[in-house]
Protein backbone atom coordinates (compact mmCIF):
# COMPACT_ATOMS: atom_id res chain seq x y z
CA UNK A 1 0.00 0.00 0.00
CA UNK A 2 1.06 3.44 -1.13
CA UNK A 3 0.94 6.11 1.00
CA UNK A 4 0.04 9.38 -0.50
CA UNK A 5 2.47 12.08 -0.42
CA UNK A 6 2.15 15.02 1.26
CA UNK A 7 1.28 18.22 -0.37
CA UNK A 8 3.69 21.34 -0.99
CA UNK A 9 3.18 24.25 1.79
CA UNK A 10 4.17 26.17 -1.10
CA UNK A 11 1.47 25.65 -3.47
CA UNK A 12 -0.47 29.09 -3.85
CA UNK A 13 -4.26 28.32 -3.23
CA UNK A 14 -5.94 30.75 -5.03
CA UNK A 15 -9.71 30.45 -4.12
CA UNK A 16 -9.31 28.12 -0.55
CA UNK A 17 -7.53 27.90 2.24
CA UNK A 18 -4.24 26.19 2.11
CA UNK A 19 -4.79 22.20 1.75
CA UNK A 20 -3.46 19.01 3.04
CA UNK A 21 -4.03 15.69 2.65
CA UNK A 22 -3.68 15.23 6.40
CA UNK A 23 -7.10 17.76 6.75
CA UNK A 24 -9.16 15.47 4.60
CA UNK A 25 -8.41 12.17 6.31
CA UNK A 26 -11.40 10.29 6.21
CA UNK A 27 -12.73 11.24 2.80
CA UNK A 28 -11.61 9.85 -0.57
CA UNK A 29 -9.74 12.81 -2.02
CA UNK A 30 -9.16 13.13 -5.56
CA UNK A 31 -6.25 15.37 -7.13
CA UNK A 32 -6.86 16.68 -10.56
CA UNK A 33 -3.81 17.18 -12.23
CA UNK A 34 -4.96 20.00 -14.81
CA UNK A 35 -3.30 22.54 -17.17
CA UNK A 36 -5.51 26.37 -17.85
CA UNK A 37 -5.09 26.34 -21.54
CA UNK A 38 -5.85 22.67 -22.20
CA UNK A 39 -9.15 21.86 -23.65
CA UNK A 40 -8.82 18.14 -22.25
CA UNK A 41 -8.46 19.55 -18.82
CA UNK A 42 -11.70 21.65 -19.03
CA UNK A 43 -13.70 18.47 -19.66
CA UNK A 44 -12.09 17.11 -16.38
CA UNK A 45 -12.96 20.06 -14.12
CA UNK A 46 -16.74 19.61 -15.43
CA UNK A 47 -16.73 15.88 -14.57
CA UNK A 48 -14.97 16.42 -11.42
CA UNK A 49 -17.34 19.17 -9.91
CA UNK A 50 -20.18 17.51 -11.17
CA UNK A 51 -18.49 14.17 -8.68
CA UNK A 52 -17.84 16.27 -5.68
CA UNK A 53 -21.05 17.58 -6.30
CA UNK A 54 -22.65 14.31 -5.74
CA UNK A 55 -20.22 13.58 -3.19
CA UNK A 56 -20.31 16.73 -1.10
CA UNK A 57 -18.95 15.48 2.07
CA UNK A 58 -17.32 11.97 1.34
CA UNK A 59 -15.38 13.32 -1.55
CA UNK A 60 -13.06 16.26 -1.87
CA UNK A 61 -11.74 17.29 -5.07
CA UNK A 62 -8.54 19.30 -5.19
CA UNK A 63 -7.38 21.07 -8.35
CA UNK A 64 -3.85 20.93 -8.90
CA UNK A 65 -3.01 23.60 -12.31
CA UNK A 66 0.48 23.05 -13.94
CA UNK A 67 1.88 25.73 -15.63
CA UNK A 68 2.67 25.63 -19.40
CA UNK A 69 3.02 29.03 -20.19
CA UNK A 70 4.93 31.99 -18.82
CA UNK A 71 1.68 33.54 -18.22
CA UNK A 72 0.12 30.61 -16.61
CA UNK A 73 2.54 31.72 -13.46
CA UNK A 74 0.84 34.54 -12.70
CA UNK A 75 -2.03 34.84 -10.19
CA UNK A 76 -3.91 36.96 -12.68
CA UNK A 77 -4.50 34.52 -14.97
CA UNK A 78 -5.43 31.64 -13.07
CA UNK A 79 -7.86 33.56 -11.51
CA UNK A 80 -9.22 34.19 -15.14
CA UNK A 81 -9.82 30.71 -15.92
CA UNK A 82 -11.06 30.06 -12.54
CA UNK A 83 -14.23 32.50 -13.49
CA UNK A 84 -14.20 32.00 -17.17
CA UNK A 85 -14.53 28.07 -16.62
CA UNK A 86 -16.78 28.66 -13.56
CA UNK A 87 -14.68 26.44 -11.29
CA UNK A 88 -15.86 25.72 -8.15
CA UNK A 89 -13.11 23.47 -6.70
CA UNK A 90 -10.23 24.52 -4.27
CA UNK A 91 -7.39 25.62 -7.13
CA UNK A 92 -3.82 25.33 -6.26
CA UNK A 93 -0.66 26.31 -8.58
CA UNK A 94 1.97 23.73 -8.88
CA UNK A 95 4.46 26.45 -10.27
CA UNK A 96 7.47 24.39 -9.52
CA UNK A 97 5.83 21.09 -10.30
CA UNK A 98 6.31 19.53 -6.70
CA UNK A 99 2.88 17.54 -6.41
CA UNK A 100 3.04 16.31 -10.39
CA UNK A 101 6.80 14.60 -9.36
CA UNK A 102 5.66 13.46 -6.13
CA UNK A 103 3.29 11.93 -7.87
CA UNK A 104 5.16 10.82 -11.05
CA UNK A 105 2.14 12.38 -13.43
CA UNK A 106 2.98 11.96 -16.99
CA UNK A 107 0.11 13.58 -18.71
CA UNK A 108 -2.60 16.01 -17.75
CA UNK A 109 -5.52 15.73 -17.02
CA UNK A 110 -4.73 13.11 -14.60
CA UNK A 111 -6.70 11.80 -11.34
CA UNK A 112 -5.31 10.48 -8.76
CA UNK A 113 -7.63 9.11 -5.88
CA UNK A 114 -6.53 8.49 -2.29
CA UNK A 115 -8.77 6.35 -0.05
CA UNK A 116 -10.02 7.43 3.70
CA UNK A 117 -7.16 6.08 5.53
CA UNK A 118 -4.37 8.32 2.81
CA UNK A 119 -3.40 5.23 0.66
CA UNK A 120 -2.81 6.00 -3.62
CA UNK A 121 -6.33 3.84 -4.75
CA UNK A 122 -5.94 4.75 -8.33
CA UNK A 123 -4.70 6.93 -11.20
CA UNK A 124 -6.98 7.44 -14.36
CA UNK A 125 -4.93 9.99 -17.29
CA UNK A 126 -7.41 11.06 -19.53
CA UNK A 127 -10.37 13.61 -20.15
CA UNK A 128 -12.94 10.64 -20.88
CA UNK A 129 -12.59 8.48 -17.50
CA UNK A 130 -15.52 9.90 -15.35
CA UNK A 131 -17.25 6.39 -15.57
CA UNK A 132 -13.63 4.49 -14.48
CA UNK A 133 -13.53 7.05 -11.45
CA UNK A 134 -17.26 6.97 -10.63
CA UNK A 135 -16.73 3.36 -10.06
CA UNK A 136 -13.44 3.49 -8.66
CA UNK A 137 -15.17 5.53 -6.08
CA UNK A 138 -18.21 3.91 -5.12
CA UNK A 139 -15.94 1.00 -4.22
CA UNK A 140 -13.76 3.01 -2.50
CA UNK A 141 -16.61 4.58 -0.46
CA UNK A 142 -18.02 1.28 0.79
CA UNK A 143 -17.64 0.58 4.57
CA UNK A 144 -15.61 4.29 4.84
CA UNK A 145 -15.78 5.40 8.47
CA UNK A 146 -17.74 8.15 9.96
CA UNK A 147 -17.05 11.49 8.92
CA UNK A 148 -18.82 14.39 10.46
CA UNK A 149 -21.71 15.13 8.41
CA UNK A 150 -21.09 18.34 6.51
CA UNK A 151 -17.52 19.22 5.15
CA UNK A 152 -15.75 22.31 6.85
CA UNK A 153 -15.76 25.36 5.29
CA UNK A 154 -12.25 25.42 5.29
CA UNK A 155 -12.06 22.72 2.90
CA UNK A 156 -14.01 23.89 0.20
CA UNK A 157 -13.38 26.14 -2.49
CA UNK A 158 -13.91 29.77 -1.44
CA UNK A 159 -17.80 31.27 -2.73
CA UNK A 160 -16.42 33.17 -6.01
CA UNK A 161 -16.85 37.12 -5.39
CA UNK A 162 -20.51 38.24 -6.69
CA UNK A 163 -20.24 40.03 -10.15
CA UNK A 164 -22.05 43.40 -10.54
CA UNK A 165 -20.58 44.45 -14.18
CA UNK A 166 -22.96 43.82 -16.92
CA UNK A 167 -19.95 41.82 -18.16
CA UNK A 168 -18.38 38.89 -17.14
CA UNK A 169 -15.35 37.16 -18.79
CA UNK A 170 -16.78 38.11 -22.48
CA UNK A 171 -14.80 35.91 -24.95
CA UNK A 172 -17.03 36.67 -28.23
CA UNK A 173 -17.84 39.48 -30.79
CA UNK A 174 -19.31 40.43 -33.88
CA UNK A 175 -20.32 42.92 -36.03
CA UNK A 176 -23.44 42.89 -37.95
CA UNK A 177 -25.32 45.41 -39.64
CA UNK A 178 -23.94 48.58 -37.55
CA UNK A 179 -24.80 46.57 -34.25
CA UNK A 180 -22.09 44.89 -31.61
CA UNK A 181 -22.93 41.19 -30.50
CA UNK A 182 -21.17 40.08 -27.19
CA UNK A 183 -20.79 36.64 -26.06
CA UNK A 184 -21.07 37.37 -22.09
CA UNK A 185 -19.05 34.18 -21.86
CA UNK A 186 -19.60 34.23 -17.73
CA UNK A 187 -22.97 35.33 -17.99
CA UNK A 188 -23.76 32.08 -20.00
CA UNK A 189 -25.59 34.55 -22.48
CA UNK A 190 -25.30 36.60 -25.98
CA UNK A 191 -25.81 40.97 -26.11
CA UNK A 192 -27.33 42.95 -28.96
CA UNK A 193 -25.93 45.69 -28.45
CA UNK A 194 -25.06 49.61 -30.10
CA UNK A 195 -21.83 50.58 -30.86
CA UNK A 196 -22.25 52.71 -27.72
CA UNK A 197 -22.72 50.16 -25.51
CA UNK A 198 -26.71 50.11 -25.41
CA UNK A 199 -27.82 47.05 -25.26
CA UNK A 200 -30.75 46.43 -27.44
CA UNK A 201 -31.68 42.51 -26.88
CA UNK A 202 -30.21 39.30 -24.35
CA UNK A 203 -30.27 35.92 -25.85
CA UNK A 204 -30.49 32.96 -23.12
CA UNK A 205 -31.83 32.92 -19.83
CA UNK A 206 -28.22 33.42 -18.10
CA UNK A 207 -28.15 29.40 -16.91
CA UNK A 208 -25.63 27.11 -17.57
CA UNK A 209 -27.87 24.75 -19.30
CA UNK A 210 -28.63 23.01 -22.57
CA UNK A 211 -32.12 24.55 -23.75
CA UNK A 212 -33.48 25.54 -26.80
CA UNK A 213 -36.37 28.43 -27.08
CA UNK A 214 -37.02 31.59 -26.78
CA UNK A 215 -34.61 34.25 -26.21
CA UNK A 216 -35.44 34.54 -22.33
CA UNK A 217 -35.94 30.62 -21.89
CA UNK A 218 -33.33 29.14 -23.71
CA UNK A 219 -29.78 28.41 -22.54
CA UNK A 220 -26.11 28.57 -23.42
CA UNK A 221 -23.27 27.29 -21.35
CA UNK A 222 -19.89 29.48 -22.03
CA UNK A 223 -20.81 30.63 -24.92
CA UNK A 224 -18.27 32.42 -27.22
CA UNK A 225 -17.30 33.03 -30.62
CA UNK A 226 -20.40 33.73 -33.67
CA UNK A 227 -20.96 34.49 -36.93
CA UNK A 228 -23.77 35.44 -39.10
CA UNK A 229 -25.76 34.36 -42.13
CA UNK A 230 -28.83 35.17 -43.36
CA UNK A 231 -31.31 35.44 -40.68
CA UNK A 232 -29.36 33.37 -38.04
CA UNK A 233 -26.47 34.38 -35.55
CA UNK A 234 -24.36 30.73 -35.48
CA UNK A 235 -22.85 30.36 -31.75
CA UNK A 236 -19.74 28.07 -30.80
CA UNK A 237 -21.78 26.68 -27.48
CA UNK A 238 -18.69 25.62 -25.64
CA UNK A 239 -19.58 24.52 -22.88
CA UNK A 240 -22.46 22.44 -24.07
CA UNK A 241 -20.06 21.19 -27.18
CA UNK A 242 -22.67 22.27 -29.52
CA UNK A 243 -23.38 24.79 -32.57
CA UNK A 244 -26.40 26.95 -31.39
CA UNK A 245 -28.14 29.55 -33.88
CA UNK A 246 -30.55 32.65 -32.88
CA UNK A 247 -33.08 33.74 -35.51
CA UNK A 248 -32.59 37.05 -35.29
CA UNK A 249 -36.03 38.56 -36.43
CA UNK A 250 -37.14 36.92 -33.30
CA UNK A 251 -34.24 35.87 -31.07
CA UNK A 252 -35.68 32.28 -30.85
CA UNK A 253 -32.66 29.84 -29.91
CA UNK A 254 -32.32 26.24 -31.14
CA UNK A 255 -29.10 23.59 -31.96
CA UNK A 256 -27.39 22.54 -35.43
CA UNK A 257 -24.92 20.32 -33.86
CA UNK A 258 -24.25 18.76 -30.70
CA UNK A 259 -25.81 17.06 -27.63
CA UNK A 260 -24.12 18.59 -24.64
CA UNK A 261 -21.47 16.13 -24.02
CA UNK A 262 -17.97 15.68 -25.83
CA UNK A 263 -17.65 13.50 -28.49
CA UNK A 264 -16.28 12.81 -32.10
CA UNK A 265 -18.63 12.13 -34.97
CA UNK A 266 -17.71 11.22 -38.21
CA UNK A 267 -18.29 12.28 -41.52
CA UNK A 268 -22.05 11.66 -42.13
CA UNK A 269 -25.55 13.28 -43.47
CA UNK A 270 -27.13 15.06 -39.89
CA UNK A 271 -30.16 13.68 -39.47
CA UNK A 272 -31.11 14.76 -36.37
CA UNK A 273 -28.68 17.32 -34.50
CA UNK A 274 -27.54 15.66 -31.25
CA UNK A 275 -26.42 12.84 -33.40
CA UNK A 276 -23.31 14.91 -33.76
CA UNK A 277 -21.01 15.05 -31.19
CA UNK A 278 -18.44 17.76 -30.95
CA UNK A 279 -15.37 18.50 -27.93
CA UNK A 280 -15.40 21.74 -27.07
CA UNK A 281 -16.33 24.04 -30.19
CA UNK A 282 -14.77 27.31 -29.98
CA UNK A 283 -15.66 29.33 -32.81
CA UNK A 284 -16.98 29.54 -36.51
CA UNK A 285 -17.12 30.55 -39.98
CA UNK A 286 -20.10 30.74 -41.87
CA UNK A 287 -20.16 31.71 -45.63
CA UNK A 288 -23.64 31.05 -47.30
CA UNK A 289 -24.61 27.50 -46.57
CA UNK A 290 -20.81 26.17 -45.61
CA UNK A 291 -20.26 26.41 -42.07
CA UNK A 292 -17.00 25.75 -40.93
CA UNK A 293 -16.21 24.61 -36.86
CA UNK A 294 -13.05 24.80 -34.79
CA UNK A 295 -13.64 21.16 -33.00
CA UNK A 296 -11.19 22.07 -30.57
CA UNK A 297 -11.11 19.01 -28.49
CA UNK A 298 -10.92 17.14 -31.46
CA UNK A 299 -7.83 19.74 -33.23
CA UNK A 300 -9.38 19.63 -36.12
CA UNK A 301 -11.79 21.34 -38.30
CA UNK A 302 -15.15 20.34 -39.67
CA UNK A 303 -17.28 21.36 -42.10
CA UNK A 304 -21.01 21.26 -41.79
CA UNK A 305 -23.27 22.33 -45.33
CA UNK A 306 -26.53 24.13 -43.70
CA UNK A 307 -27.89 22.97 -47.33
CA UNK A 308 -28.04 19.32 -47.64
CA UNK A 309 -26.95 18.92 -43.90
CA UNK A 310 -23.97 16.73 -44.85
CA UNK A 311 -20.92 17.08 -41.61
CA UNK A 312 -17.57 15.91 -42.71
CA UNK A 313 -14.16 16.72 -41.13
CA UNK A 314 -12.53 19.59 -42.94
CA UNK A 315 -8.34 19.12 -41.32
CA UNK A 316 -6.45 17.58 -38.76
CA UNK A 317 -5.95 13.92 -37.71
CA UNK A 318 -7.59 14.72 -33.96
CA UNK A 319 -3.92 14.35 -32.63
CA UNK A 320 -2.30 16.94 -30.97
CA UNK A 321 0.48 18.47 -33.15
CA UNK A 322 1.86 21.21 -34.94
CA UNK A 323 1.72 19.78 -38.90
CA UNK A 324 1.21 21.05 -41.69
CA UNK A 325 -0.64 18.78 -44.56
CA UNK A 326 -4.26 17.94 -45.71
CA UNK A 327 -7.19 16.06 -44.16
CA UNK A 328 -6.19 13.31 -41.75
CA UNK A 329 -2.38 13.74 -42.65
CA UNK A 330 -2.37 17.58 -40.94
CA UNK A 331 -2.34 18.03 -37.20
CA UNK A 332 -3.93 20.69 -34.93
CA UNK A 333 -3.50 21.90 -31.54
CA UNK A 334 -6.58 23.00 -29.81
CA UNK A 335 -7.72 25.77 -33.21
CA UNK A 336 -9.62 28.73 -30.89
CA UNK A 337 -10.92 30.90 -33.67
CA UNK A 338 -11.84 31.37 -37.46
CA UNK A 339 -12.08 34.35 -39.68
CA UNK A 340 -11.86 34.72 -43.45
CA UNK A 341 -13.25 33.73 -46.45
CA UNK A 342 -15.73 30.93 -47.86
CA UNK A 343 -12.63 29.73 -49.27
CA UNK A 344 -9.39 30.30 -47.35
CA UNK A 345 -9.42 30.42 -43.56
CA UNK A 346 -6.73 32.59 -41.18
CA UNK A 347 -7.27 30.26 -37.36
CA UNK A 348 -5.13 30.37 -34.27
CA UNK A 349 -4.30 27.52 -32.07
CA UNK A 350 -3.69 27.99 -28.64
CA UNK A 351 -1.33 24.97 -27.92
CA UNK A 352 0.86 25.67 -30.45
CA UNK A 353 1.01 29.39 -30.25
CA UNK A 354 0.52 29.42 -33.96
CA UNK A 355 -1.34 31.44 -36.80
CA UNK A 356 -2.41 28.76 -39.50
CA UNK A 357 -4.22 29.09 -43.04
CA UNK A 358 -7.05 26.52 -43.87
CA UNK A 359 -7.84 25.82 -47.51
CA UNK A 360 -11.80 25.04 -47.98
CA UNK A 361 -13.03 22.62 -48.66
CA UNK A 362 -10.01 21.16 -49.89
CA UNK A 363 -8.86 20.95 -46.36
CA UNK A 364 -4.75 22.16 -46.63
CA UNK A 365 -3.71 23.58 -43.38
CA UNK A 366 -0.44 25.83 -43.76
CA UNK A 367 1.74 27.24 -40.48
CA UNK A 368 2.62 31.18 -40.80
CA UNK A 369 3.78 31.51 -37.04
CA UNK A 370 4.58 29.00 -34.77
CA UNK A 371 7.44 26.76 -33.50
CA UNK A 372 5.71 23.45 -32.03
CA UNK A 373 3.50 23.05 -28.69
CA UNK A 374 6.23 24.13 -26.05
CA UNK A 375 7.59 27.14 -28.06
CA UNK A 376 6.27 30.33 -27.59
CA UNK A 377 7.53 34.31 -27.15
CA UNK A 378 6.70 37.84 -27.55
CA UNK A 379 8.97 38.72 -30.34
CA UNK A 380 8.08 40.55 -33.26
CA UNK A 381 9.54 39.67 -36.96
CA UNK A 382 9.57 37.56 -39.54
CA UNK A 383 7.46 33.97 -39.38
CA UNK A 384 10.99 32.35 -38.45
CA UNK A 385 11.74 34.24 -35.46
CA UNK A 386 8.07 35.66 -34.46
CA UNK A 387 6.48 34.19 -31.31
CA UNK A 388 3.20 33.98 -29.96
CA UNK A 389 1.98 33.09 -26.49
CA UNK A 390 -1.52 31.28 -27.18
CA UNK A 391 -3.19 33.35 -28.94
CA UNK A 392 -7.39 33.18 -28.96
CA UNK A 393 -8.45 35.61 -31.76
CA UNK A 394 -8.11 36.59 -34.92
CA UNK A 395 -9.64 38.53 -37.85
CA UNK A 396 -8.83 39.42 -41.43
CA UNK A 397 -8.70 42.98 -42.36
CA UNK A 398 -8.65 42.74 -46.08
CA UNK A 399 -8.83 46.65 -46.39
CA UNK A 400 -4.98 46.76 -44.94
CA UNK A 401 -3.75 43.36 -45.67
CA UNK A 402 -3.00 42.28 -42.52
CA UNK A 403 -4.46 39.84 -39.85
CA UNK A 404 -5.35 41.11 -36.30
CA UNK A 405 -4.28 38.93 -33.45
CA UNK A 406 -5.48 38.99 -29.59
CA UNK A 407 -1.84 37.50 -28.56
CA UNK A 408 -3.95 36.50 -24.87
CA UNK A 409 -1.37 35.42 -22.47
CA UNK A 410 1.27 38.26 -23.43
CA UNK A 411 -2.02 40.67 -22.52
CA UNK A 412 -1.07 42.24 -26.58
CA UNK A 413 -2.74 42.60 -29.45
CA UNK A 414 -0.80 41.83 -32.74
CA UNK A 415 -0.40 42.53 -36.33
CA UNK A 416 0.74 40.16 -39.26
CA UNK A 417 1.06 41.55 -42.63
CA UNK A 418 -0.13 39.15 -45.18
CA UNK A 419 2.35 40.30 -47.49
CA UNK A 420 5.74 40.88 -45.94
CA UNK A 421 5.58 38.25 -43.11
CA UNK A 422 6.00 40.64 -40.64
CA UNK A 423 4.45 40.53 -37.00
CA UNK A 424 4.16 43.31 -34.92
CA UNK A 425 2.62 44.45 -31.70
CA UNK A 426 0.00 47.19 -31.99
CA UNK A 427 0.69 50.03 -29.69
CA UNK A 428 -2.20 50.59 -27.24
CA UNK A 429 -2.82 53.40 -24.68
CA UNK A 430 -4.09 51.17 -21.73
CA UNK A 431 -2.75 47.90 -20.57
CA UNK A 432 -5.18 45.16 -21.41
CA UNK A 433 -5.64 41.55 -19.55
CA UNK A 434 -5.88 38.54 -21.63
CA UNK A 435 -7.42 39.82 -24.95
CA UNK A 436 -9.38 36.77 -26.32
CA UNK A 437 -12.30 38.48 -28.84
CA UNK A 438 -12.11 40.66 -31.68
CA UNK A 439 -14.20 42.08 -34.08
CA UNK A 440 -13.44 44.83 -36.96
CA UNK A 441 -15.23 47.33 -38.80
CA UNK A 442 -14.12 50.08 -41.14
CA UNK A 443 -12.17 52.28 -39.04
CA UNK A 444 -11.51 50.28 -35.48
CA UNK A 445 -10.83 47.19 -34.38
CA UNK A 446 -12.86 46.07 -31.59
CA UNK A 447 -11.81 44.10 -28.18
CA UNK A 448 -13.00 41.69 -25.65
CA UNK A 449 -10.44 41.78 -22.32
CA UNK A 450 -11.69 38.64 -20.57
CA UNK A 451 -9.93 39.21 -17.58
CA UNK A 452 -11.03 42.91 -16.79
CA UNK A 453 -14.64 41.84 -18.31
CA UNK A 454 -14.43 44.75 -20.72
CA UNK A 455 -14.80 46.29 -23.96
CA UNK A 456 -12.59 48.61 -26.33
CA UNK A 457 -12.81 50.17 -29.35
CA UNK A 458 -9.15 50.48 -30.92
CA UNK A 459 -9.22 53.65 -33.82
CA UNK A 460 -6.77 52.02 -36.21
CA UNK A 461 -5.63 55.46 -38.20
CA UNK A 462 -5.36 57.05 -34.63
CA UNK A 463 -4.10 54.23 -32.38
CA UNK A 464 -6.79 55.73 -29.91
CA UNK A 465 -8.38 53.20 -28.01
CA UNK A 466 -11.49 53.82 -25.81
CA UNK A 467 -13.45 51.33 -22.88
CA UNK A 468 -17.62 51.07 -23.98
CA UNK A 469 -19.69 50.73 -21.42
CA UNK A 470 -22.03 48.44 -22.01
CA UNK A 471 -25.50 49.36 -20.23
CA UNK A 472 -28.67 46.89 -19.68
CA UNK A 473 -31.58 47.89 -20.43
Not at 18 to 23: E, K
Not at 59 to 75: D, G, N, T
Not at 241 to 253: C, K, N, P, Q, S
Request: include cysteine; hydrophobic fraction near 40%.
Amino acid sequence: MNMAFELSPKLEWLNADPQSISAHQGRVVALLFWNASSVYCHNALSDMFQLQRKHPDNLSVLAIHLPKFAAELEQRTLLDAINRLDIHLPVANDTKWTVWQHYDIQSWPTVVLIDAKGAIAGEFAGDDRRKDIESKLAELMVGMPDIPKQKPKTLQAKPKPKVFGALHSPCGLLIHNSLLYIADTGHNRILECTFDGQVKRVFGNGLPLYLDGASVEASFNRPMAMGVAREYLYVADTGNHAIRRVRLMDGYIDSILGNGKPGRAEDKTVGIFHDVQLNNPSSVSVDQDILVVADSGNNRLCMFNLATQGFSSLVGSGSLGLVDGTGKRAEMAHPLALSGSKNYLYLVEGSSSSIRTAAVPEGRVNTLIGHGLYQYGKEDGLRKSAALQHPSAIVVDEKRGVVWVADSYNHKIRSFNINSSMLSTVPVTQPLLNPCALALDDESLWIADSASSQIHRFFIETDYLSRITIQMP
